[in-house]
């Protein structure tokens, strides 16, 4: 098992920053990648950021030059740092763990930008 704990949503205004965080713990020895999923009300699930075991990271195209993706592994803590936020960003996000067969979830935070 994996437990992960977000905190840092809240509401900005558009052009603001906020900084996510993820505290992982359990068998953090088994996560592959740590991925960001955001889920606005009406939408679909859109994945956001992702870091792997190894240190590469992805983006979706919405956020790519805006949000960086990091860890620190000394404190099991993996950051979604978000520049330039606009109201389209608005969602739940959530912090997810992926092992070999399973992801396992965050309960998520919530971000709100406003116009």
């Known amino acids: 098992q994996v437990q992960l704990v977000e905190s840092g949503g809240g509401l900005v205004q558009a052009g603001g920053s906020l900084r996510l965080s993820c505290a992982t713990s359990g068998r953090i020895f088994s996560i592959n990648s740590i991925d960001w999923y955001r889920q606005a009300p009406g939408k679909q699930r859109e994945l956001v950021a992702e870091i792997t075991s190894g240190g590469s990271t992805n983006y979706a195209d919405s956020v790519k030059g805006r949000f960086t993706i990091s860890r620190d592994n000394a404190k099991n803590t993996v950051y979604l740092e978000m520049n330039r936020l606009k109201p389209e960003d608005t969602a739940v996000y959530h912090c997810?763990?992926?092992?070999?067969?399973?992801?396992?979830w965050g309960q998520g935070t919530q971000v709100t930008v406003s116009s």
């Open positions: 997810t763990a992926q092992t070999t067969g399973t992801r396992f």
